[in-house]
Protein backbone atom coordinates (compact mmCIF):
# COMPACT_ATOMS: atom_id res chain seq x y z
CA UNK A 1 0.00 0.00 0.00
CA UNK A 2 1.51 3.55 -1.27
CA UNK A 3 -0.19 6.42 0.67
CA UNK A 4 0.42 9.75 -1.08
CA UNK A 5 -1.06 13.06 -0.85
CA UNK A 6 -2.47 14.92 -4.54
CA UNK A 7 -3.36 17.95 -5.14
CA UNK A 8 -6.63 19.91 -6.59
CA UNK A 9 -5.48 21.28 -9.43
CA UNK A 10 -9.30 22.24 -11.06
CA UNK A 11 -11.50 24.83 -9.26
CA UNK A 12 -14.39 22.40 -8.08
CA UNK A 13 -13.85 18.72 -8.15
CA UNK A 14 -17.00 16.67 -7.15
CA UNK A 15 -16.77 13.84 -4.45
CA UNK A 16 -18.50 10.85 -5.15
CA UNK A 17 -19.75 7.59 -3.38
CA UNK A 18 -18.77 5.60 -6.41
CA UNK A 19 -16.45 6.22 -9.24
CA UNK A 20 -19.07 7.12 -11.40
CA UNK A 21 -20.65 10.04 -13.17
CA UNK A 22 -23.85 9.82 -12.51
CA UNK A 23 -25.57 12.42 -10.25
CA UNK A 24 -26.94 9.81 -8.16
CA UNK A 25 -23.17 9.02 -6.98
CA UNK A 26 -22.74 13.02 -5.82
CA UNK A 27 -22.06 13.43 -2.09
CA UNK A 28 -22.70 17.13 -2.24
CA UNK A 29 -19.21 17.56 -1.28
CA UNK A 30 -16.09 18.73 -3.79
CA UNK A 31 -12.56 19.49 -3.21
CA UNK A 32 -11.09 23.33 -4.10
CA UNK A 33 -8.27 24.45 -5.78
CA UNK A 34 -5.36 23.93 -3.79
CA UNK A 35 -7.22 21.22 -1.40
CA UNK A 36 -4.65 18.18 -0.51
CA UNK A 37 -5.88 14.60 -0.06
CA UNK A 38 -4.20 11.30 0.98
CA UNK A 39 -5.10 8.81 -1.50
CA UNK A 40 -3.74 4.71 -1.36
CA UNK A 41 -2.30 4.55 -4.97
CA UNK A 42 -3.81 0.86 -5.16
CA UNK A 43 -7.51 1.89 -5.04
CA UNK A 44 -6.69 4.21 -8.69
CA UNK A 45 -9.16 2.27 -11.18
CA UNK A 46 -10.39 3.13 -14.30
CA UNK A 47 -14.39 4.03 -15.33
CA UNK A 48 -16.43 6.15 -17.99
CA UNK A 49 -13.41 7.62 -19.65
CA UNK A 50 -11.11 8.41 -16.19
CA UNK A 51 -8.93 6.78 -13.81
CA UNK A 52 -10.26 7.49 -9.97
CA UNK A 53 -9.19 8.01 -6.62
CA UNK A 54 -10.81 7.03 -2.96
CA UNK A 55 -9.79 8.98 -0.25
CA UNK A 56 -11.53 9.89 3.27
CA UNK A 57 -14.09 11.70 1.93
CA UNK A 58 -15.11 9.34 -1.04
CA UNK A 59 -13.86 9.17 -4.50
CA UNK A 60 -12.88 11.49 -7.26
CA UNK A 61 -11.40 11.63 -10.41
CA UNK A 62 -8.01 12.13 -10.72
CA UNK A 63 -7.61 12.50 -15.24
CA UNK A 64 -8.94 12.09 -18.09
CA UNK A 65 -7.84 8.40 -19.56
CA UNK A 66 -6.87 10.12 -22.85
CA UNK A 67 -5.10 12.79 -20.78
CA UNK A 68 -7.66 15.67 -21.93
CA UNK A 69 -7.92 17.27 -18.35
CA UNK A 70 -6.21 16.83 -14.92
CA UNK A 71 -7.66 17.30 -11.74
CA UNK A 72 -5.49 15.90 -9.34
CA UNK A 73 -1.12 15.64 -9.29
CA UNK A 74 1.16 13.93 -7.28
CA UNK A 75 1.39 16.94 -4.56
CA UNK A 76 5.34 15.96 -4.62
CA UNK A 77 5.94 17.09 -7.97
CA UNK A 78 6.60 20.77 -8.59
CA UNK A 79 7.73 22.85 -11.50
CA UNK A 80 11.46 22.28 -12.03
CA UNK A 81 12.36 25.82 -12.53
CA UNK A 82 10.39 28.91 -13.20
CA UNK A 83 8.34 29.18 -15.41
CA UNK A 84 6.37 31.81 -15.93
CA UNK A 85 8.08 35.33 -18.76
CA UNK A 86 7.38 37.78 -20.82
CA UNK A 87 7.93 38.79 -24.93
CA UNK A 88 9.60 41.86 -25.06
CA UNK A 89 11.07 44.24 -27.75
CA UNK A 90 14.57 45.67 -27.26
CA UNK A 91 14.32 47.61 -30.87
CA UNK A 92 11.39 49.02 -29.30
CA UNK A 93 12.05 51.90 -27.11
CA UNK A 94 8.31 51.49 -25.51
CA UNK A 95 8.55 47.69 -25.42
CA UNK A 96 12.10 46.92 -23.77
CA UNK A 97 12.04 47.44 -19.79
CA UNK A 98 15.26 47.72 -17.60
CA UNK A 99 16.36 44.01 -16.71
CA UNK A 100 15.73 45.40 -13.06
CA UNK A 101 11.92 45.65 -13.75
CA UNK A 102 11.42 42.09 -14.51
CA UNK A 103 13.77 40.77 -11.77
CA UNK A 104 12.56 37.99 -10.14
CA UNK A 105 10.87 36.64 -14.05
CA UNK A 106 11.81 33.52 -15.36
CA UNK A 107 12.26 33.94 -18.64
CA UNK A 108 12.15 37.06 -20.92
CA UNK A 109 11.95 36.42 -25.35
CA UNK A 110 12.29 38.20 -28.06
CA UNK A 111 14.26 38.22 -31.59
CA UNK A 112 17.67 38.74 -32.30
CA UNK A 113 17.53 41.70 -35.17
CA UNK A 114 21.00 41.07 -36.59
CA UNK A 115 19.51 42.37 -39.94
CA UNK A 116 16.83 44.19 -39.67
CA UNK A 117 17.93 46.11 -42.72
CA UNK A 118 18.23 43.16 -45.11
CA UNK A 119 22.12 43.08 -45.58
CA UNK A 120 23.62 40.47 -47.14
CA UNK A 121 25.73 38.86 -45.79
CA UNK A 122 23.91 39.40 -42.27
CA UNK A 123 26.19 41.75 -39.94
CA UNK A 124 25.11 39.59 -36.87
CA UNK A 125 28.85 40.81 -35.31
CA UNK A 126 26.56 44.51 -35.17
CA UNK A 127 23.62 42.99 -33.40
CA UNK A 128 26.17 41.79 -30.93
CA UNK A 129 26.95 45.67 -29.57
CA UNK A 130 23.45 46.14 -29.30
CA UNK A 131 22.30 43.01 -27.69
CA UNK A 132 25.49 42.63 -25.51
CA UNK A 133 24.21 44.96 -22.42
CA UNK A 134 21.10 43.64 -22.53
CA UNK A 135 21.64 40.18 -22.12
CA UNK A 136 24.14 40.68 -19.44
CA UNK A 137 21.55 42.24 -17.45
CA UNK A 138 19.28 39.74 -17.58
CA UNK A 139 21.89 37.16 -17.06
CA UNK A 140 22.95 39.14 -13.72
CA UNK A 141 19.85 39.57 -12.44
CA UNK A 142 19.09 35.75 -13.01
CA UNK A 143 16.00 35.73 -16.35
CA UNK A 144 17.01 33.30 -18.57
CA UNK A 145 16.84 34.68 -22.64
CA UNK A 146 15.23 32.99 -25.20
CA UNK A 147 16.23 34.43 -28.72
CA UNK A 148 14.16 34.36 -31.74
CA UNK A 149 16.00 33.28 -34.83
CA UNK A 150 14.10 34.65 -38.00
CA UNK A 151 14.29 36.54 -41.08
CA UNK A 152 15.34 39.15 -39.36
CA UNK A 153 18.09 37.83 -37.78
CA UNK A 154 19.83 36.48 -41.37
CA UNK A 155 17.94 37.77 -44.51
CA UNK A 156 20.38 35.78 -46.22
CA UNK A 157 19.19 34.94 -50.17
CA UNK A 158 15.38 35.82 -49.08
CA UNK A 159 14.58 32.34 -50.30
CA UNK A 160 10.73 32.92 -49.47
CA UNK A 161 10.46 35.09 -52.69
CA UNK A 162 13.26 33.87 -55.00
CA UNK A 163 13.77 30.44 -54.04
CA UNK A 164 17.50 28.81 -53.07
CA UNK A 165 16.72 27.71 -49.02
CA UNK A 166 19.35 24.91 -49.36
CA UNK A 167 21.76 28.30 -49.44
CA UNK A 168 19.26 29.83 -46.68
CA UNK A 169 19.83 26.91 -44.44
CA UNK A 170 23.45 27.21 -45.02
CA UNK A 171 24.09 30.99 -43.96
CA UNK A 172 21.32 30.49 -41.57
CA UNK A 173 22.99 28.22 -39.98
CA UNK A 174 26.39 29.90 -40.15
CA UNK A 175 24.92 33.14 -38.31
CA UNK A 176 23.56 30.91 -35.17
CA UNK A 177 27.00 29.88 -34.63
CA UNK A 178 28.74 32.71 -34.48
CA UNK A 179 25.47 33.87 -32.15
CA UNK A 180 25.81 30.85 -30.20
CA UNK A 181 29.13 30.90 -29.29
CA UNK A 182 29.60 34.47 -28.65
CA UNK A 183 26.75 34.29 -25.91
CA UNK A 184 27.56 30.80 -24.69
CA UNK A 185 26.26 30.33 -21.16
CA UNK A 186 24.19 33.65 -21.17
CA UNK A 187 21.55 32.60 -23.43
CA UNK A 188 19.09 29.76 -22.21
CA UNK A 189 17.31 28.59 -25.37
CA UNK A 190 17.20 29.69 -29.07
CA UNK A 191 14.12 29.39 -30.79
CA UNK A 192 14.32 28.31 -34.32
CA UNK A 193 11.70 30.90 -36.68
CA UNK A 194 8.02 32.19 -35.76
CA UNK A 195 4.92 30.78 -36.77
CA UNK A 196 6.28 29.64 -39.88
CA UNK A 197 3.40 26.99 -40.19
CA UNK A 198 1.21 30.87 -40.79
CA UNK A 199 0.97 31.89 -43.99
CA UNK A 200 -0.06 35.53 -44.81
CA UNK A 201 0.53 37.09 -41.75
CA UNK A 202 2.70 40.41 -40.99
CA UNK A 203 4.54 38.88 -38.03
CA UNK A 204 6.12 35.45 -39.73
CA UNK A 205 6.84 34.11 -42.79
CA UNK A 206 5.86 30.89 -43.70
CA UNK A 207 8.16 27.62 -44.50
CA UNK A 208 6.41 24.35 -46.00
CA UNK A 209 7.30 21.46 -43.53
CA UNK A 210 9.62 19.96 -46.09
CA UNK A 211 12.11 22.93 -45.95
CA UNK A 212 11.68 23.92 -41.97
CA UNK A 213 12.69 20.10 -41.59
CA UNK A 214 16.53 20.51 -42.59
CA UNK A 215 16.74 24.33 -41.69
CA UNK A 216 15.66 22.73 -37.80
CA UNK A 217 18.18 20.49 -38.53
CA UNK A 218 21.30 22.53 -39.35
CA UNK A 219 20.37 25.43 -36.78
CA UNK A 220 19.93 22.38 -33.95
CA UNK A 221 23.60 21.13 -34.98
CA UNK A 222 25.20 24.55 -35.24
CA UNK A 223 23.67 25.51 -31.61
CA UNK A 224 25.04 22.28 -29.99
CA UNK A 225 28.00 22.39 -31.37
CA UNK A 226 28.65 25.91 -30.21
CA UNK A 227 26.84 25.87 -27.32
CA UNK A 228 25.77 22.75 -25.60
CA UNK A 229 24.36 23.89 -22.64
CA UNK A 230 21.68 26.05 -24.70
CA UNK A 231 18.35 24.67 -25.33
CA UNK A 232 16.91 24.60 -28.86
CA UNK A 233 13.29 24.65 -29.56
CA UNK A 234 11.09 24.92 -32.47
CA UNK A 235 9.27 28.35 -33.46
CA UNK A 236 6.69 28.90 -31.95
CA UNK A 237 3.46 27.20 -33.65
CA UNK A 238 0.22 29.04 -33.97
CA UNK A 239 -1.44 27.20 -37.16
CA UNK A 240 -4.81 25.36 -37.04
CA UNK A 241 -3.11 21.56 -37.08
CA UNK A 242 0.52 22.20 -35.47
CA UNK A 243 0.51 18.37 -34.79
CA UNK A 244 0.04 17.33 -38.80
CA UNK A 245 2.79 20.49 -39.56
CA UNK A 246 5.16 19.17 -37.33
CA UNK A 247 4.57 15.44 -38.07
CA UNK A 248 5.68 16.80 -41.87
CA UNK A 249 8.73 18.01 -40.16
CA UNK A 250 10.06 14.88 -38.56
CA UNK A 251 9.83 13.14 -41.57
CA UNK A 252 11.71 15.45 -43.63
CA UNK A 253 14.78 14.13 -41.49
CA UNK A 254 14.41 11.07 -41.18
CA UNK A 255 12.22 10.58 -38.23
CA UNK A 256 13.90 12.31 -35.37
CA UNK A 257 12.99 16.24 -34.47
CA UNK A 258 16.73 17.09 -33.35
CA UNK A 259 15.26 19.47 -30.52
CA UNK A 260 14.66 19.80 -26.62
CA UNK A 261 10.86 20.99 -26.89
CA UNK A 262 8.15 22.22 -29.22
CA UNK A 263 7.19 26.08 -29.59
CA UNK A 264 3.40 26.90 -29.51
CA UNK A 265 1.21 29.67 -29.11
CA UNK A 266 -2.01 28.92 -27.92
CA UNK A 267 -3.89 31.68 -28.54
CA UNK A 268 -7.56 31.36 -27.38
CA UNK A 269 -6.99 28.33 -25.65
CA UNK A 270 -7.93 28.40 -22.13
CA UNK A 271 -7.46 25.96 -18.57
CA UNK A 272 -10.29 24.30 -17.54
CA UNK A 273 -11.66 27.10 -15.05
CA UNK A 274 -11.96 30.12 -17.36
CA UNK A 275 -13.26 31.42 -20.53
CA UNK A 276 -12.87 34.66 -21.76
CA UNK A 277 -14.65 36.23 -24.78
CA UNK A 278 -16.54 33.49 -25.63
CA UNK A 279 -13.40 31.49 -25.84
CA UNK A 280 -14.10 27.55 -25.51
CA UNK A 281 -13.32 26.42 -21.70
CA UNK A 282 -10.46 23.60 -21.32
CA UNK A 283 -8.77 23.53 -24.87
CA UNK A 284 -5.58 24.56 -23.94
CA UNK A 285 -4.26 20.53 -22.10
CA UNK A 286 -5.90 18.63 -24.95
CA UNK A 287 -3.57 20.69 -27.63
CA UNK A 288 -0.63 20.52 -25.02
CA UNK A 289 -1.46 16.69 -24.62
CA UNK A 290 -1.52 15.87 -27.87
CA UNK A 291 1.73 17.68 -28.83
CA UNK A 292 3.76 16.51 -25.90
CA UNK A 293 2.52 13.00 -26.82
CA UNK A 294 2.68 12.58 -30.05
CA UNK A 295 6.41 13.43 -30.55
CA UNK A 296 7.45 12.88 -26.39
CA UNK A 297 8.62 16.34 -26.04
CA UNK A 298 7.75 18.68 -23.58
CA UNK A 299 5.53 21.78 -25.24
CA UNK A 300 6.96 25.61 -24.46
CA UNK A 301 4.93 28.12 -24.82
CA UNK A 302 6.63 30.89 -26.12
CA UNK A 303 3.64 33.10 -26.84
CA UNK A 304 0.20 33.47 -25.56
CA UNK A 305 -1.92 36.42 -23.96
CA UNK A 306 -4.90 38.51 -25.66
CA UNK A 307 -3.43 40.95 -28.58
CA UNK A 308 -5.00 42.93 -30.92
CA UNK A 309 -7.79 44.60 -28.56
CA UNK A 310 -8.59 48.42 -27.64
CA UNK A 311 -6.07 49.14 -24.67
CA UNK A 312 -7.87 51.73 -23.47
CA UNK A 313 -11.37 49.77 -22.70
CA UNK A 314 -10.85 49.13 -18.92
CA UNK A 315 -13.74 46.79 -19.10
CA UNK A 316 -11.70 44.08 -20.97
CA UNK A 317 -8.77 44.20 -18.13
CA UNK A 318 -10.25 42.21 -15.46
CA UNK A 319 -10.86 39.35 -18.02
CA UNK A 320 -7.57 39.43 -19.36
CA UNK A 321 -6.13 39.32 -15.91
CA UNK A 322 -8.17 36.26 -14.94
CA UNK A 323 -7.33 34.25 -17.76
CA UNK A 324 -3.91 35.35 -16.85
CA UNK A 325 -4.09 34.43 -13.70
CA UNK A 326 -5.75 30.52 -13.99
CA UNK A 327 -3.63 30.09 -17.22
CA UNK A 328 -0.67 30.46 -14.69
CA UNK A 329 -1.96 28.28 -12.00
CA UNK A 330 -2.91 25.70 -13.63
CA UNK A 331 0.05 25.55 -15.93
CA UNK A 332 2.55 25.89 -12.64
CA UNK A 333 0.33 23.59 -10.62
CA UNK A 334 -0.78 20.73 -12.89
CA UNK A 335 0.97 20.23 -16.13
CA UNK A 336 4.68 21.59 -15.90
CA UNK A 337 6.31 18.41 -16.48
CA UNK A 338 4.62 18.78 -20.05
CA UNK A 339 4.79 22.62 -20.46
CA UNK A 340 8.04 24.26 -18.36
CA UNK A 341 7.55 27.09 -20.16
CA UNK A 342 4.70 29.81 -20.10
CA UNK A 343 5.83 33.66 -22.05
CA UNK A 344 2.74 35.80 -21.81
CA UNK A 345 2.69 38.25 -24.78
CA UNK A 346 3.54 41.01 -24.05
CA UNK A 347 5.33 44.01 -22.53
CA UNK A 348 4.10 46.79 -23.61
CA UNK A 349 0.97 47.85 -26.40
CA UNK A 350 3.06 48.70 -29.21
CA UNK A 351 3.66 45.05 -29.34
CA UNK A 352 0.28 44.28 -31.48
CA UNK A 353 -1.79 45.86 -28.50
CA UNK A 354 -1.08 43.10 -25.73
CA UNK A 355 0.67 45.02 -23.33
CA UNK A 356 0.44 44.90 -19.70
CA UNK A 357 1.49 49.25 -19.78
CA UNK A 358 0.72 51.42 -22.39
CA UNK A 359 3.60 53.14 -24.36
CA UNK A 360 4.25 55.42 -22.36
CA UNK A 361 5.16 52.58 -19.47
CA UNK A 362 1.54 53.72 -17.14
CA UNK A 363 0.38 50.54 -15.62
CA UNK A 364 -2.86 48.39 -16.94
CA UNK A 365 -4.49 48.14 -13.75
CA UNK A 366 -5.11 44.39 -12.85
CA UNK A 367 -3.10 43.22 -15.78
CA UNK A 368 -0.22 44.40 -14.52
CA UNK A 369 -0.81 43.52 -10.83
CA UNK A 370 -1.21 40.43 -11.96
CA UNK A 371 2.05 39.12 -13.62
CA UNK A 372 3.87 40.44 -10.58
CA UNK A 373 1.58 38.49 -8.62
CA UNK A 374 2.72 35.24 -11.02
CA UNK A 375 6.03 36.07 -10.91
CA UNK A 376 6.29 36.33 -6.78
CA UNK A 377 4.11 32.56 -7.10
CA UNK A 378 6.35 31.05 -9.31
CA UNK A 379 8.73 29.19 -6.96
CA UNK A 380 10.47 26.17 -8.43
CA UNK A 381 11.14 23.00 -5.99
CA UNK A 382 8.45 20.81 -4.70
CA UNK A 383 5.11 21.83 -5.17
CA UNK A 384 3.32 23.07 -2.39
CA UNK A 385 -0.46 22.90 -1.51
CA UNK A 386 -2.33 26.73 -3.24
CA UNK A 387 -4.00 28.84 -0.64
CA UNK A 388 -6.71 30.16 -2.64
CA UNK A 389 -7.03 33.66 -2.74
CA UNK A 390 -10.04 34.56 -0.19
CA UNK A 391 -13.48 35.60 -2.05
CA UNK A 392 -15.50 38.36 -1.08
CA UNK A 393 -18.91 39.16 -1.61
CA UNK A 394 -20.76 42.37 -1.60
CA UNK A 395 -23.23 42.91 1.17
CA UNK A 396 -24.69 46.07 0.61
CA UNK A 397 -28.26 46.90 -1.11
CA UNK A 398 -26.55 49.48 -3.48
CA UNK A 399 -23.75 49.41 -5.76
CA UNK A 400 -20.43 49.48 -4.37
CA UNK A 401 -17.15 51.59 -6.12
CA UNK A 402 -14.41 50.53 -7.30
CA UNK A 403 -11.67 53.00 -7.47
CA UNK A 404 -8.20 52.68 -8.69
CA UNK A 405 -6.43 53.42 -5.91
CA UNK A 406 -7.39 52.43 -2.03
CA UNK A 407 -8.29 56.33 -1.08
CA UNK A 408 -11.75 57.96 -1.45
CA UNK A 409 -10.38 60.89 -3.48
CA UNK A 410 -9.42 58.23 -6.10
CA UNK A 411 -11.27 57.68 -9.51
CA UNK A 412 -14.15 55.67 -9.74
CA UNK A 413 -13.54 52.89 -12.76
CA UNK A 414 -16.72 50.95 -11.92
CA UNK A 415 -19.33 49.45 -9.77
CA UNK A 416 -19.85 46.25 -7.86
CA UNK A 417 -23.38 45.59 -7.86
CA UNK A 418 -24.67 43.62 -4.92
CA UNK A 419 -24.60 40.02 -4.75
CA UNK A 420 -21.16 40.30 -7.24
CA UNK A 421 -18.18 38.70 -5.32
CA UNK A 422 -14.18 39.43 -5.98
CA UNK A 423 -11.41 37.55 -5.28
CA UNK A 424 -8.74 39.42 -3.35
CA UNK A 425 -5.01 40.10 -4.36
CA UNK A 426 -3.91 42.13 -1.52
CA UNK A 427 -5.43 44.32 1.58
CA UNK A 428 -4.36 47.51 2.95
CA UNK A 429 -5.57 50.14 5.37
CA UNK A 430 -5.99 54.10 4.50
CA UNK A 431 -7.34 55.54 7.90
CA UNK A 432 -10.29 54.08 9.04
CA UNK A 433 -10.93 52.11 5.61
CA UNK A 434 -10.04 48.70 5.18
CA UNK A 435 -9.14 47.89 1.24
CA UNK A 436 -9.83 44.73 -1.11
CA UNK A 437 -7.31 44.96 -4.51
CA UNK A 438 -9.45 42.56 -6.78
CA UNK A 439 -8.75 41.87 -10.39
CA UNK A 440 -10.57 45.11 -11.14
CA UNK A 441 -9.52 47.62 -9.12
CA UNK A 442 -9.58 48.32 -5.26
CA UNK A 443 -13.10 48.71 -3.03
CA UNK A 444 -14.28 49.24 0.69
CA UNK A 445 -14.39 45.96 3.15
CA UNK A 446 -14.89 47.81 6.38
CA UNK A 447 -14.97 51.38 8.09
CA UNK A 448 -13.41 50.39 11.29
CA UNK A 449 -15.11 53.77 12.78
CA UNK A 450 -18.15 53.45 11.67
CA UNK A 451 -18.46 49.64 11.89
CA UNK A 452 -20.46 49.59 8.32
CA UNK A 453 -18.89 46.73 6.21
CA UNK A 454 -19.49 46.38 2.48
CA UNK A 455 -17.75 43.10 1.81
CA UNK A 456 -17.52 40.14 3.49
Known sequence: MTVKQYRCVTDVLSIRTQPSLGDSYRTGQALKFGDVISADDSTEIESEGYKWLMHSRGWSAELAVDGSAVYLVDNSLGPKDKVWGINIDPANPTASPPASKLAGTGWVRFV????????????ADQGFSFYDPLIDAYSQTGTKVVLVIIQDTYWGNGPWSNG????????????????????KGKVAAYEIWNEMDLSGQPTSIFIPPPTYGPLLLAAAKAIRQADPSAKVISGGLAGNDPVGYMKQVK????????????????????????????????????????????????????????????????????????????????????????????????????????????????????????????????????????????????????????????????????????????????????????WAHHTRGWSVIKNGQTGEVYLA
Not at 164 to 183: K, N
Not at 301 to 329: C, H
Open 112 to 123: FQANPRRQNPAP
Open 164 to 183: GWDVYTTGYASTLTRIAQHY
Open 251 to 434: ASIGNNLPIDGIGFHPYGKTPPNVSPFGWQANTLNPALHTLSSTFGLPVWITEFGVPRVDVNNQALWPPIADYMLKSFQYIHSAISQTCPVAIWFAWADSQDNAGIVHNDQSQKGPIFDTFFQNVRADKPGTAQPTTPAPTLTVVTNSPLRIRSTPSLTASIVGLLQPGDQITVIEKTVDGALL
